[in-house]
């Protein structure tokens, strides 16, 4: 059952990218916020559909401490459930991921019409100036940014140690960091196709304050309280996981 479950999510999600993509590239002369109010309806679409066709369904904790002001997301990254989920949650956001997703076929090009700081990871300090720079043009545009500091999806109960990007973005532009933890890999993991029915849990931490902060500062502090937050949702210790 859970197969035929998994399957019909499957093929409905499949059929809503390419429904809803030559909708986006229609949305090109909008301006964002009326851009993202229609392609954002794909990811609410499937996260509807992901409920009703296995029983999946998330509760939220914390939504008091979302910020007025347009904020960094420091996101927990388990699952591709959250870069739909998040879009239900938060204000107007784009996302900060690699260059080569913008070439996949159909998502790729919605993707791109949401203006993200798309990076070349290989070219190092090149990559950093441009999440910066570009990052902060999308914060200052009103426009929250989405980042998932351990720049891969891990594991449920591992946690990577954060990446410098994230942080040295909220140093410079000196808005709110927001940090997010959810068990969303407890259900949907990594590279598998059976779905896990349940309740996702997601918990929205108080902002950080970054202003007049180091990077190295901020990335601790938002370290930290993804750990507790994790270890408190699963209820298991997280196992640090270092970057090669």
């Not at 997703?101 to 993707?111: D, M, Q, R, T, Y």
Request: proline share 6%; hydrophobic share 45%.
């Amino acid at each position: 059952m859970r197969f035929i479950r998994s399957l019909l999510f499957s093929m409905g999600m499949i059929a809503a990218v390419l429904v809803f993509t030559p909708i986006s590239l229609l949305t090109f002369p909008l301006p964002f916020k009326s851009r993202y109010a229609v392609i954002s309806s794909c990811a609410k679409f499937v996260i509807w559909w992901l409920k009703v066709t296995c029983n999946l369904r998330f509760e939220v904790e914390g939504r008091e401490n979302i910020p007025v002001e347009t904020s960094i997301i420091f996101g927990k990254h388990s699952s591709a459930w959250e870069t739909f989920a998040f879009q239900c949650i938060f204000p107007a956001q784009t996302w900060v991921l690699k260059r080569e997703l913008l070439f996949v076929p159909f998502f790729g090009w919605g993707l791109a019409m949401l203006r993200p700081v798309a990076i070349d990871r290989a070219t190092g300090r090149k990559a950093l100036k441009q999440l910066v720079d570009q990052g902060k043009e999308r914060l200052n545009h009103d426009s929250w940014l989405v980042i998932f500091p351990e720049g891969t999806r891990m594991s449920p109960g591992k946690q990577r140690k954060f990446g410098f990007g994230a942080a040295m973005l909220a140093e410079k532009s000196g808005h709110p960091a927001v940090p997010v933890a959810h068990n969303a890999g407890e259900f949907w993991a990594r590279r598998e196709f059976l779905k896990k029915p349940g309740t996702i849990k997601v918990v929205i931490g108080k902002p950080i304050v970054t202003q007049g902060r180091k990077a190295g500062d901020i990335n601790e502090e938002a370290e930290a309280w993804m750990m507790q937050a994790m270890e408190r949702i699963t209820g298991q210790p997280q196992e640090i996981v270092e970057r090669k």
